[in-house]
């Protein structure tokens, strides 16, 4: 896996982060260049998208950010950038959280299933944030409102650990 600058990675902050995520989504801009040193949380981007994740037990993978750059919207090539991301990891079982209706319908499309029964609000990222409420979607695996809480604790406590 490749590793980025910090110019690197505050050139993708700037690029995919800032402008389609709300501010309360996401980590402010030197917390999101620090998070990919820890160990377990990746990003990939060049010219079409970026896409970071993390990984937790089990073999999941949570998808933390997953942006198509304006010029490869609705041509297909998210999903095919998606699936060629799925194939590297060998098709594993993953976690996304959506907020928005278009992020929704994305990963409908690309084969990821809500997760019955389990509401999610992500909490504050740090202090003077706002909560997110956002729609949980899974693929690769069934899961339960009880699996996906234990799955979000894990995910929470690895965030927390990362901020201290």
């Known amino acids: ?23 309360d989504e996401r980590y402010p801009l030197k917390e999101f260049c620090e998070y990919f040193d820890e160990p377990g949380h990746y990003i990939e981007f060049d010219d079409r998208s970026c896409i970071a994740w993390c990984d937790l037990s089990d073999g999941i993978k949570w998808i933390i950010f997953f942006v198509v750059g304006k010029d490869h919207r609705n041509s297909g090539e998210g999903t095919k950038i998606l699936q ?38 992500q909490p504050a990222l740090f202090p003077g944030m706002n909560p997110v409420s956002s ?20 995910y929470f406590l690895k965030e927390l650990s990362h901020k201290s």
């Open 1 to 23: 896996m490749r590793s980025y600058s910090k110019e690197e990675l505050e050139r993708c902050y700037k690029e995919y982060i800032e402008p389609e995520f709300i501010p």
């Open 84 to 121: 060629e991301w799925m194939e590297r990891n060998g098709n594993p079982k993953t976690v996304v959280d959506a907020a928005s209706e278009d992020a929704f319908r994305f990963w409908k499309k690309n084969g990821f299933s809500r997760v019955e029964g389990y509401e999610y609000v």
């Open 135 to 154: 729609l949980v979607l899974a693929t690769n695996f069934d899961t339960t409102p009880e699996k996906m809480d234990s799955v979000m604790k894990e």
